[in-house]
Every structure is written in structure tokens, then in C-alpha cells.
């Protein structure tokens, strides 16, 4: 097999099409039961594209002109599986990889995956000349370690695990995390009539980016062009100019920016149904909803992943060769930038490949050549 492809995701869909596109056989192996499973098991139900459909379309297909500007969760689900029908793409599903390295003599990436499914215990071995990393940004959900966590006598949950805000009607809620998620779950739990409460980022004052999805899809677009940092502070500016002074309401901008801030959950500890702050204050809940991000795992199975991925999981080869690492080693969607930043590297990679199988065929044609001259 020429390539081996870990996470039947979005990205990594969007690499098996590329890779069809180009006639270049592949493996897709996917630890859970279906593909995209973060969308179709773990996604809430009022779930959207934060992005316009434009910068979120997978290669080769563009979205249907009739689905909205904000595709919802059923549309893109939709999306998928007819994009998963064009290509025929077939991933092989329960196979948890545990272990993948560089053998130097092959000259090809061993695979060793885990059988999961059907009560097997069955560990299967895959060769390939070259691997991609597409288990995507999203791969474990991350709660942080909270005093007391374990007392609390309701209802706890990660972002991944809330569907709607039926259940909790009239229900104190605590949600911990003012991302995306955060802030639509607290949208959606106050519709329903819940009792919702968000934390941000600061203790004693607000402290957060406001930024319009308009300001926000130009920022996207002009990323392709730009640098991250002058497009970041660019993002900034027009923020200002928009919402202005923001101080008189108690708002203060964060030092770090939009994209690259990081989440900071101002709970001291839990003591039974009490959540108490860090600035002193405490509060009474019945859930808590933890939208609070995810990890990667991939440090834990693939050797020599440094060449290419930093300690999180994410690349550390600076745009635009973020996609590429060493002796055939390549990550699709772990560059912070999205659906938008997978279907560049996908198509990138696949790219990449071809070239390297044309040259390979070209050089055996040569020697065969060169053979046929010899007396």
C-alpha cells in the first residue's frame, strides 16, 4: 500500500479524495465506527459552521449552492456522506493505531492498530511507503483537573456529551469555556430556559475578543496571503473599529490574540453542588458543562513525530510547508486552521506523492533502459 492515512475525519477524508483524484492507492484507518464521528456522535445539535461554506468545503466538491452561507450540522453531514459516495472512500473502521515508526531498511512507516470492535483483540500490522497524520485537532476531549471535581453530586459533562438544552430547563448550568462551543451550548441552554451561567477568562473583569463572523471569514481569507501574526493583529484593529471602546462596559481585550489565546477556566474548587471562584465567590449548580477544548494523542504513537509535530500534537514547521515532515511523513489538518487549512494540506500532500511515485517510475524507467544498452 503506498499510503497509509490515520483518522477518517474530515481531513482525512479530504486526503483519501485527493489521493483518488490522483490514482494513489491508500488505507484509511479509523478508531471509532463510522467516519467523521465527531460530527455525527459528538456534535451538538444546533451546531453550525462558524465559517462561511466557501473556506470549508472539502477538495474537489464545493457545497451545493443551495445549502446557506452557515451550513448546519445535518447539511454537512449530508456533505460528507456525498463526498464519501464520490470518492469511494472505505475506511477501515475499529482499528485504534498504537504504534507507527520509520523502518530504515524497508524504507517504509510500520503500523501497528488495534482490532476494537466485535469483542477482538486482534493487533494488525500495515506497511506503507508513506504516512498522514489526519486524526485531526479534535481528537480527545480535554477536561482540566478541578479540586473537588469528584463531589459534585450532578451532572458533569464535556461539550461532546451535551446535544441539546432540552434536559435542563430550569436547571442551573455552569459552562466553563467561552470558545465557539462555549458560547453556542450558553446560547442554547438559555433558549431552552435554563439558568446559565458562562465562565470567560478573568476573575475580576471581562476579558475577550469581539469579533464579527464578517471580520472574521476576512481574516481566513486573507491568511492564505499574509502572515498569521499580520493577519491576527489586522483582526484586532478592524474589532476596534467596529465595537470601539469597550472598557465603559468593563470589557478588557486580552494581550494574546484571537487565534492564539489560550483558555483559562478561573475555578478554585468544588465542594459538594458549591463552585467556588477565584475571586472568592461561590455559586450553587445542578450541571456543569466542560467546553474546554481537546488533545491530541499522537505523541503516544507515533516515533519521531518531533521532526513534524510539537508535544500538542499540532505542527511545528512553520506555513507554508506545515504539511510536510521527513522520510514520508505528512500531517493533514493540524495546522490551527481549520476545514480551509485540511483541504490545502490534503491537496498539498497528495501533490507531493504523485511527484515523488512519477520521479520513482522515471528512474526505474531509466535503469531498465540503461539495462537494455549493456552488450
Known sequence: MAVIIVGAGPSGLAMAGCLTQLSIPYILLEREDCFASLWKKYAYDRLHLHLKKQVCELPHMPFPSNFPRYVPKHLF????????????????????????????DLKKWKVKARVNGNGEDVVEEYNGRFLVVASGETAEPYVPEVKGLRSFPGKILHSTGYKSGKEFREKKVLVVGS????????????????????????????????????????????????????????????????????????????????FTMKAKYEIESIENDIVLLKNEKSYHFETIVFCTGFKRSTHLWLKGYDCLLNDDGFSKISYPNNWKGKNGLYCCGLSRKGLFGAKQDA????????????????????DDSNSEKKP
Open 77 to 104: 453531514l449530508q456533505y460528507l456522506d456525498d463526498y464519501v459516495s464520490r470518492f469511494q472512500i472505505q475506511p477501515v473502521y475499529h482499528r485504534t493505531v498504537e504504534s507507527a515508526f520509520y523502518d530504515q
Open 179 to 258: 470558545g465557539n462551543s462555549g458560547m453556542e451550548i450558553s446560547l442554547d441552554l438559555a433558549n431552552h430556559g435554563a439558568n446559565t451561567s458562562l465562565i470567560v477568562r478573568s476573575p475580576i473583569n471581562l476579558s475577550v475578543h469581539f469579533v464579527s463572523k464578517e471580520i472574521l471569514n476576512l481574516g481566513v481569507f486573507l491568511a492564505r496571503y499574509l502572515p498569521f501574526k499580520m493577519v491576527e493583529s489586522l483582526v484586532v484593529w478592524l474589532s476596534k473599529l467596529v465595537y470601539g471602546d469597550l472598557t465603559k462596559f468593563g470589557i478588557k481585550r486580552p494581550s494574546e490574540g484571537p
Open 347 to 366: 491537496l498539498n500532500i497528495a501533490n507531493h506523492i504523485k511527484s515523488l511515485l512519477c520521479d520513482n517510475t522515471q528512474n526505474d524507467d531509466d
